[in-house]
C-alpha cells in the first residue's frame, strides 16, 4: 500500500511540501535496525512490529544512547511504542536526512532531539487506512509523550 495515497485525505500540508514528502518515500520494507556502538539506526519504512524488532536489537544496551533516523514513515502505532522506549531510556534522537509521517513520532521520543541543517522533518495527521478518514489517535498519543 501506498502510504502517501493513504494518508493524502488528511494532510494539510502547501502542495510543494506533500510532492517533496511523496517523491521521498521509501518501499514498503520493514525498517532497518541496526546497532552501532553508542547509536541505533532506524533505516527505512516504520512497519507493524517493526517496535519489537526495536525492543529486541536494543536490549541489551542500558547506557546513552543516540537514535538515528533515516524514514519516510509507515505505521503509526509502532513508532509510538519506539518513541515511548527511547522516552523511557532516555535516549536522544537524531535526523540526518528525512523524517516524514509517523518518523517524527519516534524522533521527539528522544529526550533531546537534534536535526542536520539539511534535515527535513514532516508531520501530518493520522489516517485511518480502512475509512480513509482523519482520526486523533496520533496527536493525542504525541501530546502524552
Given amino acids: 500500500m501506498n ?12 502542495p510543494n511540501s506533500a510532492a517533496l514528502l511523496a517523491g521521498a518515500a521509501l518501499p514498503c520494507a520493514a525498517a532497518e535496525i541496526t546497532v552501532k556502538g553508542d547509536k541505533v539506526y532506524v533505516l527505512g519504512t516504520i512497519e507493524s512490529g517493526d ?6 536489537a536494543v536490549k541489551p544496551y542500558d547506557g546513552p544512547m543516540q537514535v538515528i533516523l533515516h524514514s519516510a514513515g509507515g505505521r503509526l502505532r509502532p513508532a509510538l511504542n519506539i518513541g515511548s522506549l527511547i522516552r523511557e531510556r532516555r535516549w536522544t534522537t537524531h535526523v540526518e536526512y528525512t523524517c516524514n509521517s509517523a518518523c517524527p513520532m519516534i524522533w521527539s521520543g528522544g529526550i533531546k532531539h537534534t536535526k542536520t541543517q539539511a534535515a527535513l522533518i514532516g508531520f501530518h495527521s493520522a489516517g485511518d487506512v480502512n475509512t480513509g478518514g482523519c482520526h486523533l489517535l496520533g496527536m493525542h498519543s504525541f501530546c502524552h509523550f
Fill in 51 to 56: 517496535d519489537q524488532k526495536f525492543e529486541n
Fill in 3 to 14: 502510504w502517501v495515497a493513504a494518508l493524502s485525505g488528511c494532510w494539510s500540508l502547501r
